[in-house]
């Protein structure tokens, strides 16, 4: 399915990459930031079939223009009346500058980060962009974010749940934002290419996928995200710990990397496979539908257990 064609609405996020030597650039200047990067460039669908983004300058354009490339779009809670006015709100940006003197910030964040990675602090370093990030005059990223918080209620929070500055956004630290459960936002469309056939295989060879389901190319950076400071649901551990999915993603694709439809579960506990009994019931190719209620269940047993 092309981009075009896929049902989309006002307001949902589009993020995406290439291989020119300008998108390479940012890719390793974001790699140093965020520590995996994959996203060089965001906008914004405002309906009609046309978006919004920031490129040279702030320009409307038709979605097909991205047709051909490879795009993955989120969809953030907003009501009706949000995304009426968030469309409205960012037509009039429409002949706005670019920020090209925001990258200089950027480059200077990504290099403290790489100094603080050495000492083993991973936190990304927003100083530069927090302290000389002038307004108005947006990068790419930070004209999808400036017209969330302008036009709606919705704002992005990190993983610790504070809410992000607008400044600090570059692609792929977007990308990484929307992915955090904090933030509530469902993948609509991913044309990103999806996983090696090797670990398709895998997958197979142990039961969790049927032969013609590959998961999303998204998938990997996803689950690691999620599982950042998680315990198995049911009995606390972490050994071998695994993102199940509560309704199967070769069920319903579209729900594959929605924070709401996942549940950790561990294979490592050495009395029951946690994920294989509560997720799916002893066999790979069926699910429980009631995982969570089960784990909640069967977590509070073990904790008041004689």
Known sequence: MKLSEANLLPGDVCNTTDQSWIGKSIKWFENIWTGNATMTHSFIYIGAGNIVEALGSIKKNPITKYDNSQVIVYRVPLTDAERQALSAGMLSLIGGPYGFLKYPLFIADAG????????????PCFFFSDTFGLPGDPVCSQLVVEGLYNFTSYRIKDAQGVIDEWKQFSPDYLNDELKLPVNHATVVFDSFPQQSLKAHLKDVFLGKAPMGAKRSGQWPTFRKHFLEGKVCAVCGGTNKLELHHLQPFHTDKSRELDPTNVLPLCEGNPAINCHLFFGHLESFKSWNINAV???????????TRP
């Open 293 to 303: 209620k089960d784990a909640a269940l069967w977590a509070e047993k073990i904790k």
């Open 112 to 123: 403290v980060t790489w100094l603080k990675s050495l000492f083993g602090n991973k936190n």
